[in-house]
């Protein structure tokens, strides 16, 4: 083989393979690209899940919100009842000592 056929034959393999990187990144290219319909449905869906996010967040600030009244409520209610219990608890043996008075009273 002569320097001139190994140069022509350098020369066709390297085409073939520049050919052939050539064609595999087009078909990558076409395989892989986005259209702008599927670009702008993608912007839109990204919206809308930012919007959703936010509402979320909304949504579970106002229950901690409303978590913390009621249980302030509750609390309240709580420390309402026992004070009342307190009063009853007083004013039942109030009244039974009232009953022990009027029972002495009346065996006399």
């Known amino acids: 083989m002569s320097r001139?056929?190994?140069?022509?034959a350098?020369?066709?393999?390297?085409?073939?393979?520049?050919?052939?990187?050539w064609f595999a990144h087009w078909m990558i290219h076409r395989f892989t690209r986005i259209s702008k319909t599927d670009l702008n449905e993608l912007e839109r869906m990204a919206q809308e899940l930012h919007e959703a996010e936010e509402t979320r967040d909304q949504a579970i600030t106002y229950l901690q919100q409303r978590e913390a009244e009621l249980t302030n409520q509750l609390s309240q209610t709580e420390a309402e009842l026992a004070a009342?219990?307190?009063?009853?608890?007083?004013?039942?043996?109030?009244?039974?000592?009232?009953?022990?008075?009027?029972?002495?009273?009346?065996?006399?």
């Open 10 to 21: 350098t020369a066709v393999v390297l085409f073939i393979a520049f050919a052939l990187g």
């Open 4 to 8: 001139t056929e190994l140069i022509m």
């Open 84 to 108: 009342t219990m307190d009063g009853l608890r007083e004013a039942r043996h109030e009244t039974e000592e009232l009953r022990k008075q009027l029972n002495g009273l009346n065996h006399y």
